[in-house]
């Protein structure tokens, strides 16, 4: 059964900050790893996704990174901004599965 | 792409009570996942349709869940005989046709069983 934990559990920045929010899983044989936003209240938006042959996915300030072998994988903000203040996500993909880690709060600072 | 959207987004039920969930995915989409999140928590994968199929619904939390996509188009979730455990937030998501394709989600239902 797969297990996905993500540390920290809350997280408060100053403005501008780069930060790494971490996820790790216990199931190797994933199809993908994806990383979610999600405010107060709302539905998940999807942020990036990496395939199980993929090492990271960029997309603007954004970068993920997946190691399966050792089953982790990271979500790094560069600059952070207080519209980034949401709950981050992490969601493993297995076969007929999707189980997803508790968040990380992030709180940005201006 | 209208995006995926969920009715109703806030339903208060007695104890007891049946509720139905409606879930619209995005129209080219074909695979339609249902989950449930509690406050604090990650979304708990529920069940899941491939076209009108549904492929995986050991994860339905009891047998007083129940889900359809009776043309592949639309879902519902249904709960019979609600308890206030029940109270969460139901969300829908949906992705195309690869297991691999990221998955959109909806605004989703707040349950309030009182």
């Known amino acids: 059964k797969q297990e996905v934990t993500q540390i920290p559990a809350a997280l408060s920045v100053p403005e501008g900050e780069n930060l790494v929010l971490n996820c790790s899983f216990t199931?190797?044989?994933?199809?993908?790893l994806q990383w979610f936003r999600q405010d107060p209240g709302k539905g998940l938006t999807s942020l990036l996704l990496?395939?199980?042959?993929?090492r990271e996915q960029t997309s603007g300030r954004l970068n993920a990174s997946l190691d399966k072998s050792s089953g982790r994988s990271t979500l790094y903000i560069a600059a952070s901004q207080p519209g980034d203040s949401a709950t981050y996500l992490c969601a493993a993909h297995n076969n007929n599965d999707m189980r997803f880690g508790a968040g990380t709060r992030l709180t940005v600072k201006p | 792409d209208t995006g995926v959207s969920q009715n109703p987004r806030h339903k208060i039920t007695k104890r007891g009570q049946n509720v139905t969930f409606r879930c619209d995915p995005i129209?080219?989409?074909?695979?339609l996942y249902w989950y449930r999140q509690t406050l604090g928590q990650g979304p708990e994968f529920l069940t899941y349709f491939q076209n009108e199929a549904q492929l995986e619904k050991s994860r339905l939390l009891s047998d007083r869940f129940s889900a359809e996509r009776p043309k592949g188009s639309f879902s519902t979730l249904e709960i019979q005989r609600t308890e206030q455990g029940d109270s969460a937030m139901y969300l829908c998501?949906?992705?195309?046709?690869?297991?691999?394709?990221?998955?959109?989600f909806g605004p989703g239902t707040r349950l309030t069983v009182l």
């Open positions: 998501a949906s992705s195309g046709r690869g297991l691999a394709d990221t998955q959109y």
């Open positions: 199931d190797s044989a994933i199809y993908n």
């Open positions: 129209s080219e989409h074909n695979r």
């Open positions: 990496i395939q199980s042959s993929q």
